[in-house]
């Protein structure tokens, strides 16, 4: 009975998550005999937190944040994981997920693809977790999937709404939440 009721439970989140997706363009016929993707990802214009503050703000306030509780070094060490984690591990989080739930194998790496797909996060709120209480990690994002050799030739445009980490655990200095919304955002992309 447990089991049934937690396979339960993991079914209804991830349909609730998949209503968090919404095409604004285009459809994926596009994609139907496709057996690679290249996957750029872009960081430009994204806003922070609830207040909706630029990211040299959002990062000035957070190193402030943890220099007061537990000191400059560890601002220092957040800062250095927040740049690793964008440029790295947030990728390498939605390509995976990408890579074991569809048959199109995606990559940063790809150079003579027919399609691209740019992911551009345009809102990243990281949530907060306090013992019994938290609030998760959300993340907008904009994914357009245009010609490789003409990117003016936009096929599909697709909003990741308020996509929700998980967080039901969590360490107050890691950017490890962010992944898992990354990873959960793609899963509802196809």
Do not use: H
């Not at 990802?41 to 994204?46: H, I, L, M, T």
């Not at 560890?74 to 964008?86: G, N």
């Not at 790295?88 to 990559?107: G, H, P, R, V, Y």
């Not at 929700?164 to 490890?176: E, K, M, R």
């Amino acid at each position: 009975m447990k089991k049934t009721l937690f396979l339960f439970l993991i079914i209804l989140s991830s349909c609730l998550m998949a209503q968090r997706v919404k095409v604004i363009s285009g459809d994926y016929n596009f994609l139907k005999d496709q057996k690679f993707v290249k996957v750029v990802f872009k960081f430009e214009g994204v806003t922070f937190a609830k207040k909706k503050i630029s990211e040299q703000q959002y990062i000035t306030d957070r190193m402030e944040d943890i220099e007061k509780a537990s000191g400059k070094e560890e601002a220092e060490k957040w800062k250095a994981d927040w740049e690793y984690s964008k440029d790295k591990t947030f990728q390498d989080k939605f390509l995976a997920s990408w890579n074991k739930n569809t048959k199109i194998e995606a990559s940063t790496k790809f150079d003579k693809t027919k399609y691209t797909l740019i992911v551009e996060p345009t809102w990243i709120y990281q949530g907060w977790f306090g013992g019994i209480m938290n609030d998760p990690a959300q993340l907008n994002t904009r994914m357009t999937f245009v010609e490789t050799e003409n990117p003016s030739n936009i096929l599909m445009v697709v909003e990741g709404i308020k996509a929700i980490g998980d967080n039901v655990i969590g360490i107050p200095n890691n950017n490890t939440e962010l992944q898992n919304v990354m990873r959960k955002l793609q899963k509802c992309l196809l």
